[in-house]
């Protein structure tokens, strides 16, 4: 890795440069946004032949501002990827770097939607209340999950100042209870800044059967032998992107580009996957070895760095099983597979941009992973994510059943836990460990053949993800705003990047940066680490102590890059000092209070976050109404409830569902069968009940009811389920197992189909199974619970938001 200075001539050419742009235009105010358009005295003159008129306001972008591209991977390691050592081949973030510059102290701040909220918007997480993820929201400033109006995202910035912008892939910053066609709107995609929005809104996603929105409205998922999110998502933006270079060539664009992947499920088509058949069976203790030797020949990481420890709960590879070391080894080969061909998809938006002619003024940032790898899927991996979540155990001698099918349309899986520690090489922790930089260190590439020289270079100066907007400003021309919407604006805490691009030696311009995620927290300051681990990914029971009691450790970052030596016990001083700090900028940033309960924060109610089914205990839907979550859709989980359908049959019969929730890997459906109700319940894709009525519904004005009678004593227990037709019971039989904590963290109930993927392998007509019929209304009702049985619902809420934020 080159590490060369360039001459301080071009980093005052390129100043003078982004200072020319700016001044080259006409003097406009973009520190009040929307540009208020210039007023002129009203014409005097009769004749418009004799008349002058104004010149007419045009809104564009400062001459010569950049398209900008922000590529964002989800769930990646600083440890995976080629262009930093890992074993993974990733050829366009290879070659971005290559031509660019590539930067090894870049951090995010642990998690998803925090991470996300903090780039798009340039200011801290709490500050944008995005202290966690919505599904954890409180009531407490900096953990509402709603962005305030005083926080503009650079989308909205760089669209009032003349570009066009779109979102591809995922949105996790916009709270799950506004996920409905009831909104509010005003924090979705295309209200936040963008003109185009395609993609998905949650923490994860089916990639071969995603729920996808475009702008404000849920779509039918494209249906097409081999189809994958990831490639059309790319093909989405490759359109969006001609459109504009084609009809405005002179306008800027900026696209956020955001994959799902290398989130769980971890889908990958299989020729992609083979491609790394046999290449882990060493095992993930040899791979941070081999990966660490990588790092240090390429040069991202220096030459004296050490192996950090990693975490006592991580078995060593040579004492699993066979089995365990064939399980796992398949695991990390689709893991692979879907990032290799995750960087291939990226490459053909690349190369689109290429074609068009605009490469050379694009300014790219490559971001490696929104926080680091992820260890939720445990010490084995998972099948289906779903199971973890519902409390039921995978044994690796039933995931081993599906070893062929992990990766594609019948599997929600996730690998195990030791992979993430080996992805996150050098350092000891993962994703949701924020005081560590296996947490919250990802790799960064720049790229812009415009705005540096630099090829093939290492850039070294400490930097956070809420410094990219002020990056992206400066490059463009632009100023802060400090009116948005006649909105006065908090300030950005970013520090823009752009002062290292002609100088690889230019001194650090961010000395001070806090993490915070669910009580897991540092301070960085001047190339000293203080934190503490309040709890691992994987420890969902008590915190390892108190708030007060909680052990602190301490690295001097400059000659210790991996965090290996602790140095807490040798300067407490030091400590005392980090620690004090910490809490000086806690309570700057809207860090405080601190909040490790597990149970309660689960609570909507106890913790004064929204809940639309708040309180209800009846819900009439209508046909037409689809894909509506778990957040938004009444809850019958470890109750008893009846559904009534109320139908008009015509004459030959009628198909279909009628009423449906989640799909392949777990939920429910009423529906029609050769003109027969029928109901059944997939329980967790692993056994599916069925019950069916033996005759056909007769033909006009019908309903259908199903009630299901609970067992209770506890969540996820069996109950019997029967079947009406206009009052008469027609069928009825046992369902032995439910699930008592979620469906599905993506997909939701449907009106007259079911939608992404089936609750049914075998519906009889074609998907979505469209109902045939008229469906009036359909009314879930829920049957009063006992207080000791709300008690233990309650709980229950608790517990499935608790293993949900553990998925997300």
């Known amino acids: 890795m080159k590490r060369k200075v360039v001459h301080a001539t071009f980093g005052l050419a390129l100043s003078a440069a982004c200072a020319a742009t700016a001044a080259a235009q006409p003097a406009l105010d973009r520190t009040t946004l929307p540009i208020t358009e210039p007023k002129y005295p009203p014409s005097t003159v009769l004749d418009a032949r004799k008349a002058t008129p104004p010149p007419r306001f045009e809104l564009k972008a400062p001459a010569g501002a950049p398209n900008v591209l922000i590529v964002l991977l989800d769930d990646f390691g600083f440890g995976q990827s080629s262009a930093f050592g890992g074993p993974i081949n990733m050829p366009t973030v290879d070659r971005l770097a290559n031509n660019g510059l590539r930067y090894n102290q870049f951090h995010t701040t642990a998690m998803s939607a925090p991470t996300r909220m903090a780039l798009l918007t340039g200011r801290n997480h709490h500050r944008a209340n995005m202290g966690s993820i919505t599904e954890t929201a409180t009531a407490f400033p900096g953990n509402t999950g709603q962005r305030p109006g005083s926080i503009a995202t650079v989308a909205m910035i760089l669209r009032y100042n003349g570009f066009s912008t779109a979102q591809f892939g995922k949105n996790h910053e916009t709270a799950v209870w506004e996920i409905s066609p009831s909104g509010p709107t005003d924090r979705w995609p295309t209200r936040s800044g963008f003109d185009k929005f395609y993609g998905f809104m949650a923490g994860e996603m089916n990639q071969w059967a995603p729920t ?209 520690i080996a992805g996150d090489t050098p350092f000891t922790w993962t994703k949701m460990v924020a005081s560590n930089y296996g947490g ?97 990914p994987w420890e969902t029971g008590k915190p390892r102590a108190t708030l007060e009691n909680d052990k602190w450790e301490l690295y001097d970052t400059r000659t210790d890059f991996s965090l290996a030596d602790d140095l807490a016990g040798k300067y407490p001083e030091k400590l005392k000092e980090m620690q004090e700090l910490f809490m000086k900028e806690a309570v700057k940033y809207n860090v405080l209070p601190l909040d490790d309960r597990k149970l309660e924060r689960f609570n909507a109610a106890l913790v004064g976050r929204p809940d639309l089914m708040a309180g209800r205990t009846s819900l009439t839907v209508y046909e037409g109404m689809t894909g509506m979550s778990e957040n938004v859709f009444i809850n019958t989980k470890n109750r008893s409830h009846t559904i009534t359908a109320e139908v008009q049959i015509p004459k030959g019969g009628a198909r279909g569902v009628i009423l449906a929730q989640a799909g392949r890997f777990g939920g429910w459906s009423l529906y029609l069968k050769d003109g027969k109700p029928t109901y059944t319940y997939n329980f967790l894709g692993l056994k599916r009940f069925t019950i069916a009525a033996k005759q056909s519904v007769p033909v006009g004005k019908t309903t259908i009811r199903y009630e299901f009678a609970y067992d209770g004593g506890g969540i996820g227990k069996g109950g019997m389920g029967s079947l009406f037709v206009n009052g008469n019971k027609v069928a009825q039989g046992r369902i032995e197992h439910t699930q008592g904590i979620i469906f599905s963290v993506e997909e939701g109930t449907d009106v007259g189909q079911d939608g992404e993927t089936p609750v049914v392998e075998d519906y009889g007509i074609p998907a979505p199974y469209i109902f045939t019929g008229q469906i009036n209304k359909v009314t879930i009702d829920l049957k009063e619970m006992k207080q000791a049985e709300k008690a233990e619902e309650n709980k229950r809420r608790a517990e499935a938001a608790h293993k949900k934020v553990m998925s997300d």
């Open 212 to 420: 996808i929105y475009d702008g404000l409205d849920k779509i039918e998922t494209p249906a097409y032998p081999g189809y994958h999110f990831m490639t059309d998502m790319t093909n989405q933006a490759i359109k969006w992107m001609r459109y504009q270079k084609s009809l405005t060539p002179d306008k800027p664009f900026f696209i956020y580009f955001a994959p799902g992947a290398t989130h769980a499920p971890h889908h990958a088509p299989k020729e992609w996957s083979a491609r790394y058949r046999g290449k882990f069976d060493q095992g993930w203790d040899k791979l941070r070895e081999e990966t660490l030797t990588r790092q240090k020949r390429l040069g991202v990481v220096p030459q004296n760095t050490k192996l950090a420890a990693k975490p006592e709960a991580i078995k060593d590879w040579d004492k699993l099983t066979p089995d365990e070391k064939k399980l796992f080894a398949r695991e990390m080969e689709v893991f692979a597979g879907y990032a290799e061909y995750a960087d291939a998809e990226i490459g053909r938006l690349i190369k689109a941009i290429e074609e068009l002619g605009q490469m050379d003024n694009t300014l790219i940032f490559y971001i490696v992973g929104d926080n680091g790898a992820s260890a939720e899927g445990g010490m084995s991996g998972l099948f289906n994510e779903m199971t973890y979540i519902n409390g039921v155990q995978e044994k690796v001698e039933d995931i081993l059943k599906v070893y062929d099918q992990l990766g594609g349309p019948m599997t929600y899986n996730h690998y195990a836990a030791g992979w993430a």
């Open 440 to 536: 919250t260190r990802n790799g960064l590439v720049i790229h812009w053949p415009r705005g540096f020289m630099g090829k093939g270079e290492l850039r070294t100066q400490w930097h956070h993800v809420i410094d990219v907007t002020p990056t992206i400003l400066e490059a463009a021309g632009l100023p802060e705003p400090k009116v948005v919407d006649g909105i006065p604006q908090t300030p950005i805490e970013g520090v823009s990047m752009l002062y290292t691009f002609g100088d690889a030696n230019a001194r650090d311009r961010r000395l001070t940066q806090y993490f915070e995620l669910y009580c897991n927290r540092a301070i960085y300051n001047d190339g000293w680490l203080a934190g503490t681990v309040h709890g691992a």
